[in-house]
């Protein structure tokens, strides 16, 4: 597993009318990838868990706004 | 029975008053793979699928209701004091002419929730199957909410309820394991 | 109009991250019933919750009724704000 965003090149014709999206992105996140979960496992503390939405380090997977994304790049 | 505590599972904010995103957000309220359909779906499947994996859709039910509270919370802060004329601009005219500010069981179209949203089919893998199909499309509604969201506050909630639609996901993939009954067969505990 | 202070919200972050670890194993634990460290560390936040709920109701009222928690006088259940007004 190198990447949960996955990638693809729609096909592109020279009659779209929009401006097209040369490359769409879809999530495959960690649990896809786990199998039944083993023993033991890297936790977060409490609170830090409550913040990611999961008790694990394997799991989180945080999805951001383009928005958000573009604030950060700033 | 089921007993009510008197806080959210997770400490939601909202930074701006948004009524346009309560619009949206109304889909995991009311909409077919929203909280309201994840809590009836789960808690009324448990009644027929195998002993073993009724304590996990118990759990996983009641923790959706915990999920529709906060959903609840974000529309009702989105939108606590908009005038008529904000509700209008936000598109949410047709809202306020039935039911003022109050919060309905529609999706984001306003078309109101149905049972025909679940399935309960008796098979357990059939009805785990839907679980982790409705865990990925609540997941999915999640991701496309927070693309069109400029307020970080409410996305951090957002994100705190995708990532959990995934550790459900994981959950029900693991009932599944639990139901083909090989795991005791191999070397794990 | 009064509003809660800091505290309030503080207190109430620390039991929501201790009630969350408990969430994750009670999920966790269903799927895996055999895991004796998990089970162990359930128990432990579970002990850690009571500390956090007796310190958040002495001070902001009862979090739960149906008797699971006790009454103030007067009956103090029904006080605002509740949790989507905070």
Redesign the interface.
């Known amino acids: 597993m190198n990447t949960l965003r996955k990638t693809w090149h729609p096909y592109i014709s020279p009659f779209d009318p929009c401006t097209p999206i040369k490359v769409k992105t879809y999530?495959t996140?960690?649990?896809l990838y786990?199998g039944?979960?083993p023993?033991g496992l890297e936790q977060f503390t409490p609170m830090e868990a409550?913040?990611?939405?999961?008790l694990w380090k394997a799991?989180?997977?945080?999805?951001?706004?383009?928005?958000?994304k573009a604030r950060e790049g700033q | 029975m089921w007993?009510?505590?008197?806080?959210?599972?997770?400490?939601?904010r909202v930074s701006t008053c948004n009524p346009k995103l309560a619009k949206f957000l109304i889909e995991q309220y009311g909409g077919a793979d929203g909280e309201l359909a994840a809590a009836l779906r789960y808690l009324n499947q448990r009644y027929s699928i195998p002993d073993k994996?009724i304590?996990?859709l118990t759990?996983?039910g009641t923790?959706e209701f915990a999920h529709l509270?906060m959903i609840?919370?974000m529309v009702?802060?989105l939108t606590k004091d908009a005038t008529p004329d904000q509700m209008k601009a936000a598109g949410l005219g047709d809202h306020y002419a039935n039911h003022d500010n109050a919060l309905f069981y529609h999706n984001a179209a306003g078309v109101p929730w149905t049972a025909t949203y679940i399935q309960a089919k008796g098979d357990p893998i059939a009805d785990l199957y839907e679980d982790i199909a409705a865990e990925e499309k609540a997941?999915?509604t999640?991701?496309w909410i927070?693309?069109?969201?400029?307020d970080?506050d409410l996305?951090d909630g957002l994100?705190?309820?995708?990532?959990?639609e995934?550790?459900?996901?994981?959950?029900f993939?693991?009932?599944v394991?639990?139901l083909k009954e090989e795991?005791d067969k191999k070397k794990?505990? | 109009m009064k509003q809660l202070p800091a505290d309030y919200?503080q207190l109430?972050?620390q039991?929501?991250a201790v009630?969350?670890v408990l969430?994750?194993l009670?999920?966790?634990l269903?799927?895996h019933n055999?895991?004796t460290e998990a089970i162990k560390q359930f128990n432990h936040y579970a002990k850690e919750r009571k500390k956090l709920r007796n310190a958040i109701e002495s001070k902001y009222g009862?979090?739960?009724?149906?008797g699971?928690s006790y009454s103030g006088q007067p009956w103090n259940?029904d006080d605002a704000p509740?949790?989507?007004q905070v």
């Open positions: 999530s996140p960690p649990n786990m039944f979960q023993p409550l913040r990611a939405g999961t799991f989180y997977d945080p999805w951001y706004s383009p928005y958000e | 007993v009510y505590e008197k806080k959210l599972q997770y400490p939601v994996v304590g996990l759990d996983i923790e509270e609840a919370t009702y802060k997941r999915a999640y991701q927070i693309n069109m969201s400029d970080t996305n994100r705190f309820l995708r990532e959990r995934i550790i459900h996901s994981q959950r993939r693991e009932a394991e639990i795991r794990f505990f | 919200y109430l972050e039991l929501q009630d969350f969430v994750e009670t999920l966790y269903d799927t055999k895991d009862p979090l739960m009724q149906f699971h259940w509740w949790p989507w």
